[in-house]
């Protein structure tokens, strides 16, 4: 699995427009057929930071989530189900909390979170050397988690 999160550099010159809706985040599911990316939208009209959630597979995109109001992202993490039809993903919004998603890529369908929601917790809890015990979304989603996340 390749997840990478995408920097953008902004230069801003007269004549030069961003348009609509790029990624700021893109994972690869493990059999490379799959992937699934945080957008964040730059238009120079947005008055606030929306962001929206795809998933692709078979050159079909699907837009399985959607924030059309202030947002902060913070920390990404992604689980892929081991035969990559299903994949979950949770978005770190400092300002409205966590965003969780369990999508069923076949199906084209969001899923109840709960199995997901145990799986990405425990990877965050390895991933970051957690202690026994913690609220592993509360701490992905604070501040010290998006310094975690962002070294």
Known sequence: MKCREILVTVVLMSGCRWLGYRPLYECR????????????????????TK???EVTRGGETDMVFSREREAYLG????SWFPDAKQ???????MFSGPVLI???????RVLPTAVIQRSIEAQIQHRYSLAPGTDVLTWACSERGSAAYRR
């Open 29 to 48: 599911s493990p059999d490379g057929l799959a992937e699934v990316r945080v957008l964040r939208d730059w238009s120079r009209n947005a008055t606030t």
């Open 51 to 53: 962001f929206r959630i």
């Open 75 to 78: 920390l990404i993490e992604t």
């Open 87 to 93: 994949v979950g993903l949770l978005v770190c919004d």
């Open 102 to 108: 369990n999508y069923d890529i076949m199906r084209h």
